[in-house]
């Protein structure tokens, strides 16, 4: 199993980046946005998201995402207190 780079990702064919993800990525959660589900997933240290057309469930795109305020908005529906039945 390779260790990728985020430079090394980004130098991946959509195709290679999705077995890369698919064999090597952790899923953390997901979110919608517009016509798309989006998947977020966790790779060698960074963060990376899979958009899915959801009309035609095709990948449309998978790219590393860094910006902070988007990763926020996967938290937005973690509930602490309900997933640990508290």
Known sequence: MIAYTE??????ELSQRYKVL????EYI?????GSHWVYLYVLSGFFVEMW?????EEIQWIEIQSNQ???NE?????DIKKDLNL
């Open 74 to 78: 996967y938290t937005k529906n973690i």
């Open 22 to 25: 698919k064999e090597q990525g």
């Open 69 to 71: 305020s988007i990763l």
């Open 7 to 12: 430079s090394e990702f980004r130098k991946l």
């Open 52 to 56: 899915v057309i959801i009309a035609v």
């Open 29 to 33: 959660g997901g979110r919608i946005f």
